[in-house]
């Protein structure tokens, strides 16, 4: 069981820049982990996953071009890069880890069993 939190949210004009940060417990190589954003009103939706190890990444649509997922193994964290923010990015973002398959899929929330409390980004000018 590995415990993660999300740090680096905050308020930033549409076409900024924001950088996430999930630090786990303990060590991630056994786990994918992926970023994950919960707007007012919606249901949780999968953003970005990278594999055990960092060996593959995995977007969403909507984000491709925009968000970059990074993983550093010897500091336990993974980050999430976000640019050209867009107001439709305003939501609260969760880190997540889980021990599904290996090549890790954004969308299937129900890989991911440990899940940070998440941080609000806000995207408005």
């Known amino acids: 069981q590995v415990q993660v939190v999300e740090s680096g949210g905050g308020l930033v004009q549409p076409g900024g820049s924001l950088r996430l940060t999930c630090t786990a417990s303990?060590?991630?190589?056994?786990?994918?982990t992926g970023w994950f954003r919960q707007a007012p009103g919606k249901d949780r939706e999968g953003v970005a996953c990278?594999?055990?190890?960092?060996?593959?990444?995995n977007y969403v649509y909507s984000v491709q071009g925009r968000f970059t997922i990074s993983r550093d193994n010897a500091k336990n964290t993974v980050s999430l890069q976000m640019n050209t923010l867009k107001p439709e990015d305003t939501a609260v973002y969760y880190c997540?880890?889980?021990?599904?398959?290996?090549?890790?899929?954004?969308?299937?929330?129900?890989?991911?069993?440990?899940w940070g409390q998440g941080t609000q980004v806000t995207v408005s000018s």
């Open positions: 997540a880890a889980g021990l599904g398959p290996r090549n890790c899929d954004p969308k299937a929330l129900h890989e991911y069993q440990y």
């Open positions: 303990g060590t991630l190589d056994s786990y994918s």
């Open positions: 990278m594999s055990n190890k960092g060996g593959s990444a």
